[in-house]
T-cell receptor
């Protein structure tokens, strides 16, 4: 079974400061990793993904994430936070093969609050 | 980018009635569509996976006779909540996958169902 852990329910950061939202995963085989953002009463918006290749992945709105295989982590980062980044962030994983490998498993989400 | 729509965006119904939610991929053909349920301040829980022209695969604990899924075409999937009860009140989100090597799921904006 695959799983995702987002250890922080909430992250608070001052505007202009760097932000990190943590994610660790467990999956059989090679992982496909994703970050999504959700604004209130809205669906999920895709931010970035890691499939293969460079461990540092750059995505939308200035976000990036680093895949660390030894630590089974895929933390989301941004060098300078904006108030508009305040939202709910989900990390998700799927396996590269096997039964049900197309299914995404989501973490519980981390609420990011950027303080002006 | 790929766009997925849902209709309606919100619906209020009386207990015992049935509600149909539509999920459409607007500019691509979706080989697979997924239905998720999200409770307040919680993560997305996969309910079922549907492929065009075949029966949906339901996750453990999801009543297939209560949550009827029809994937009639490559651009449309419907979720019907039959004999709705207040405990069915939730945020329902669909997503669609194009297949190929993108591995991305594109999410609809969600449907807020309130059963009174």
């Amino acid at each position: 079974a695959q799983s995702v852990a987002q250890p922080e329910d909430q992250v608070n950061v001052a505007e202009g400061n760097p932000l990190t939202v943590k994610c660790t995963y467990s999956v059989s085989g090679n992982p496909y990793l994703f970050w999504y953002v959700q604004y209130p009463n809205r669906g999920l918006q895709f931010l970035l993904k890691y499939i293969t290749g460079d461990n540092l992945v750059k995505g939308s709105y200035g976000f990036e994430a680093e895949f660390n295989k030894s630590q089974t982590s895929f933390h989301l980062k941004k060098p300078s936070a904006l108030v508009s980044d305040s939202a709910l962030y989900f990390c998700a994983v799927r396996a590269d093969s096997g039964a049900g490998s197309y299914q995404l498993t989501f973490g519980k989400g981390t609420k990011l609050s950027v303080i002006p | 980018g790929a766009v997925v729509s849902q209709h309606p965006s919100w619906v209020i119904c009386k207990s015992g009635t049935s509600v149909k939610i539509e999920c459409r991929s607007l500019d691509f053909q979706a080989t697979t569509m997924f239905w998720y349920r999200q409770f307040p301040k919680q993560s997305l829980m996969l309910m079922a996976t549907s492929n065009e022209g075949s029966k949906a695969t339901y996750e453990q604990g999801v009543e297939k006779d209560k949550f009827l899924i029809n994937h009639a075409s490559l651009t449309l999937s419907t979720l019907t909540v039959t004999s709705a009860h207040p405990e069915d009140s939730s945020f329902y989100i669909c997503s669609a996958e194009t297949g190929g090597i993108s591995y991305e799921q594109y999410f609809g904006p969600g449907t807020r169902l309130t059963v009174t």
